[in-house]
C-alpha cells in the first residue's frame, strides 16, 4: 500500500474513532451532555491532556470501561499515524535523494546531447521524436508530477528537476557538453529569459526557442536563438496543408508514424576527414547502398540549397546533405561524413577509388 493511502486510512479511522467516542459518551449520558461535550471529551482523552471528566464517570455505568477501550484504539490509531507519517517524510526523502543521484549518474555519461525545458504537451512530442531518432536527451521540468508521468512512458531518459532559468539546474542538465537546448516552457517571458541564460553558460550551444505571441520571434533571436518556432503559425500552416495538399500531408504523417520503418528526412554535414569529401554523388551511390535519397545538398558559404542534385555533384567539405532514409542507415551516414558523435550503423563504406 502507497503512503499516500495510508495517511488516507489513517485520517479515516481518527475519524471513526473521535466519531466512536462522541457517540458512546453521548449515549452512556443518556443525552444530558451536549455532542460537543461528548466531542471534547474524546478529543482530550485520545490525547492524553487530561484537563478533567466533562462527562462524569462516576455516574455513569461502564463509563471508565469505555474510556478504557477508547484509549487503547486511540492510542493505537495516533502510533499508525505517526509511523505513516514519519514513512511518509523519510521515504519521499530517500527516494527523491536516490532518484536524483541515479539521474546525475545518467546525465554524466551523456554528451551531445540535447535538453529539452519544459514538459508540457509541445515537448511530450519533442520526445517522442528524439527518442524514435535515437537522440540522447534530457529534460528540465520543475513539476515534480510531470517528471512521474513522462518517467513512465520514457523509463530510460534523465530528468533534472528544478527551474530551467537556474544556472546550477542547466549544469546539472549538462549544458556544458550539450549539442543543443529547446526552450518549450509556456510563455515568451521565460523563454526569452532562459535563451539569455543559456547562451551565457554556453556560447555555441544551439536554441530552438518557442515564441507564442507575433513580436517574440525578433526578441528570441536577438537574445541568443537560433531559430523559433510558432505554435500558431504552425497549426495555421498544417490546417491549411490539410485542405489543398492532403496526399503530400499524409505521406509525412505516415513516415513519422510507421513503427516498423523509421524514415526520416534528416541532414548530415562533411567533416575534413570523410571519405565522401572529393566524391560525387554518383560515386558515393548512397541510395544504393543504403537506400538513402540526397534530396538537396548546400555548400558551406552558400545559404541557398541546391534541390535534387545531379549525380555529377561533387561533395565539399563543409557541404550540407539533406537526406531521405532509415534512421539506422542515418547513423551509418553521419559516421561516414565525419565530426558526428553518433554510433555508426549499417552503411557500408564507399570502396576506395580505383588507382588507390
Known amino acids: 500500500m502507497g503512503i499516500p493511502r495510508r495517511l488516507t486510512n489513517t485520517l479515516m479511522l481518527f475519524l471513526i474513532v473521535c466519531l466512536a467516542g462522541t457517540l458512546g459518551?453521548?449515549?452512556?449520558?443518556?443525552?444530558?451532555?451536549?455532542?460537543?461535550?461528548?466531542?471534547?471529551?474524546?478529543?482530550?482523552?485520545?490525547?492524553?491532556?487530561?484537563?478533567?471528566?466533562?462527562?462524569?464517570?462516576?455516574?455513569?455505568?461502564?463509563?471508565?470501561g469505555f474510556t478504557m477501550v477508547?484509549?487503547?484504539?486511540?492510542?493505537?490509531?495516533?502510533?499508525?499515524?505517526v509511523s505513516t507519517v514519519t514513512a511518509f517524510i523519510v521515504e519521499g526523502t530517500l527516494r527523491n535523494v536516490l532518484w536524483r543521484r541515479r539521474m546525475a549518474k545518467l546525465i554524466a555519461k551523456t554528451e551531445n546531447h540535447y535538453i529539452v525545458c519544459g514538459a508540457g504537451e509541445t515537448s511530450r512530442h519533442v520526445l517522442v521524436e528524439l527518442a524514435n531518432t535515437r537522440r540522447p536527451f534530457v529534460v528540465v521540468e520543475h513539476d515534480h508530477e510531470?517528471?512521474?508521468?513522462?518517467?513512465?512512458?520514457?523509463p530510460n531518459a534523465p530528468f533534472v528537476e528544478g527551474d530551467a532559468h537556474d544556472d546550477e539546474i542547466l549544469r546539472e542538465a549538462g549544458i556544458d557538453c550539450a549539442a543543443g537546448l529547446i526552450a518549450a516552457l509556456p510563455n515568451d517571458k521565460d523563454n526569452l529569459f532562459l535563451t539569455v541564460t543559456a547562451k551565457q553558460l554556453n556560447p555555441n550551444i544551439r536554441i530552438v526557442a518557442k515564441g507564442i505571441q507575433p513580436n517574440a520571434?525578433?526578441?528570441?533571436?536577438?537574445?541568443?536563438?537560433?531559430?523559433?518556432?510558432?505554435?500558431?503559425?504552425?497549426?495555421?500552416?498544417r490546417m491549411v496543408s490539410e485542405m489543398v495538399r492532403p496526399a503530400v500531408v499524409s505521406f509525412l504523417d505516415l513516415m513519422l508514424r510507421d513503427k516498423d520503418k523509421t524514415m526520416r528526412i534528416e541532414e548530415a554535414t562533411l567533416g575534413a576527414e570523410s571519405k565522401l569529401v572529393g566524391m560525387?554523388?554518383?560515386?558515393?551511390?548512397?541510395?544504393?547502398?543504403?537506400?538513402?535519397?540526397?534530396?538537396?545538398?548546400?555548400?558551406?558559404?552558400?545559404?541557398?540549397?541546391?534541390?535534387?542534385?545531379?549525380?555529377?555533384?561533387?561533395?565539399?567539405?563543409?557541404?550540407?546533405?539533406?537526406?531521405?532514409g532509415e534512421v539506422s542507415a542515418m547513423r551509418g551516414l553521419r559516421r561516414l561524413a565525419g565530426g558526428d558523435v553518433v554510433p555508426a550503423g549499417d552503411l557500408a563504406e564507399p570502396a576506395p577509388e580505383s588507382g588507390e
Not at 510531470?146 to 520514457?154: A, G, N, Y
Open 25 to 64: 459518551y453521548y449515549w452512556l449520558s443518556r443525552g444530558t451532555t451536549s455532542m460537543m461535550d461528548c466531542l471534547y471529551m474524546t478529543v482530550i482523552t485520545l490525547s492524553t491532556v487530561g484537563y478533567g471528566e466533562i462527562v462524569d464517570m462516576q455516574h455513569l455505568p461502564h463509563g471508565r
Open 70 to 81: 477508547l484509549i487503547v484504539f486511540g492510542m493505537g490509531v495516533m502510533l499508525y499515524a
Open 146 to 154: 510531470r517528471i512521474e508521468r513522462l518517467c513512465e512512458e520514457f
Open 280 to 324: 560525387t554523388l554518383g560515386e558515393a551511390d548512397l541510395c544504393e547502398r543504403a537506400n538513402i535519397t540526397v534530396l538537396a545538398v548546400r555548400a558551406p558559404a552558400d545559404e541557398r540549397f541546391l534541390y535534387n542534385p545531379k549525380p555529377a555533384q561533387t561533395l565539399e567539405s563543409g557541404m550540407t546533405l539533406v537526406v531521405l
Open 217 to 237: 520571434r525578433d526578441k528570441l533571436l536577438r537574445a541568443g536563438a537560433d531559430s523559433v518556432v510558432s505554435p500558431n503559425m504552425i497549426g495555421g500552416m
